[in-house]
């Protein structure tokens, strides 16, 4: 049997690991950008000098050889479902027998005049951070324009450089759908300690140049120049290719709990894949490196043992806001809901918080968000999964504290803030 992947970024790539595990099917992984799969994540380190690009490699090139899962660098053009074939931009066709779609993510555009000039661009691609290197000789100012996780990558990136970065947030504060008020309000500071010209509640409203970019106008009608911006203002199933195909789509390819778009032999995994019925708490689309890894096992399980729904684990992410690291395991919305009550302690220096939100009546933790601070990934996910009440975790919270024997400790500091807002005694106080 012959199973096609198309893409080659972690779902993809974790999916044929797993296809190879267990099976000796064979497999081929299609990508356009490059045959060797690559960090992501890590693209912003290359710019910043402390990586190569092959230190970023997933795995080193005899691993794809002894393996035996081929590599084609091509994009997919057409997918021809009641033939099962692929027309690639070659020309060549390729026939599958099973079809994994991993294609990720695109960076989005909100057709701004000038968006398409030279220096206007996201960071995704390897591509991308090939043409922002070239734009960043003789750079004297930058423009970022979106809130989120790769927005503050490329000003970190530019800021290793002492490029001066303007910071356009459409929000009233950075990251404020997913963020509480505090964290939202720490990385306000922490951006602007940087030297970063972080600029809420504005806009982009267009782009100027003639060669390449040199200046934009904000919604207000400032006009500010510069020599790049890069857009970072979301992303977007990468599902253009897929049209006239049969397989059904919405904002990404629909798929149900077993991960199976409309088309017969056809799958759907990672940023592309939009799950009909997500589950409680989740995403119908959930485009994080954790979500990919874990539907590139779940796949190969389908398609080479018995299978079986798609069961993300609790939900987890992490980022880095400069130097300070944050971490999210469980339900910790922006806004805490009705019927849950959230223990929060900030440490007085600004760049490190501890919150765990807890439900009011039963006392069950349901998630803790850390900034700064490192806590391991099973010990909270055990504590949330089993229910444990806020101050059983408490007592036990020291644990949890994954950072070095040396580091300053705070958990006495949390538990100290619980039982002062509580009228009942603090005998856990003592035991941590």
């Not at 010209?197 to 782009?207: A, F, G």
């Not at 999210?328 to 809901?337: H, K, S």
Request: hydrophobic share 35%.
């Amino acid at each position: 049997m012959r199973i096609v992947i198309i893409g080659n970024g972690i779902a993809g790539t974790n999916a044929a690991r797993y296809i190879r595990k267990q099976s000796d099917h064979e497999v081929i992984m299609i990508s356009e950008e490059t045959l060797q799969p690559f960090s992501r994540t890590a693209l912003m380190y290359i710019y910043m000098g402390h990586l190569k690009q092959e230190n970023t490699w997933m795995y080193e090139d005899w691993f794809w050889a002894k393996n035996r899962i081929q590599r084609v660098q091509a994009r997919v053009e057409k997918v021809l479902t009641a033939d099962k074939t692929l027309l690639l931009h070659t020309g060549e066709q390729l026939t599958y027998d099973q079809l994994i779609i991993a294609t990720g993510s695109k960076p989005n555009k909100f057709g701004w005049p000038g968006q398409d000039l030279p220096g206007v661009q996201g960071l995704y691609h390897l591509q991308d951070l090939a043409t922002m290197e070239q734009y960043s000789a003789g750079l004297q100012h930058a423009i970022i324009v979106g809130g989120g996780l790769i927005g503050i990558e490329m000003a970190e990136m530019f800021h290793s450089r002492h490029i001066p970065v303007t910071f356009l947030v459409r929000e009233s504060s950075f990251w404020n759908s997913v963020l509480p008020p505090e964290e939202s309000e720490m990385i306000n500071r922490h951006i602007r300690e940087q030297g970063i010209d972080l600029r809420l509640s504005t806009e982009l409203s267009s782009i100027h140049g003639s060669e390449r970019v040199e200046s934009i106008e904000t919604n207000s009608g400032e006009r500010i120049h510069c020599g790049f911006v890069g857009l970072t203002v979301g992303v977007s199933p990468n599902i253009d290719f897929l049209k006239d195909s049969g397989i059904e789509t919405r904002h990404g390819v629909l798929v149900d709990e077993y991960l199976r778009a409309s088309a017969p032999d056809v799958y759907a995994i990672g940023d592309c894949a939009q799950l009909r019925a997500p589950g409680p708490g989740r995403r119908a689309i959930e485009a994080i490196w954790y979500t990919g890894r874990m539907m590139g096992q779940t796949v190969a399980r389908n398609i080479c043992a018995e299978p079986a729904p798609y069961q993300p684990r609790l939900w987890f992410n992490s980022a880095k806001f400069f130097d300070i690291e944050y971490q999210v395991y469980g339900d910790i919305p922006a806004q805490t809901p009705e019927g849950v009550t959230s223990l929060y302690w900030e440490h007085t220096d600004g760049k490190k918080a501890i919150r765990i939100n807890y439900e009011t009546h039963s006392g069950a933790v349901r998630g803790f968000n850390l900034m700064g601070v490192r806590y391991r990934h099973e010990v909270c996910e055990r504590w949330i999964l089993e229910k444990k009440h806020i101050e059983i975790v408490l007592s036990e919270l020291s644990s949890a504290n994954f950072d070095p024997e040396f580091y300053d400790r705070y958990e006495l500091n949390l538990a100290k803030q619980y039982y002062s807002r509580t009228e009942k005694t603090n005998h856990h106080v003592k035991a941590i």
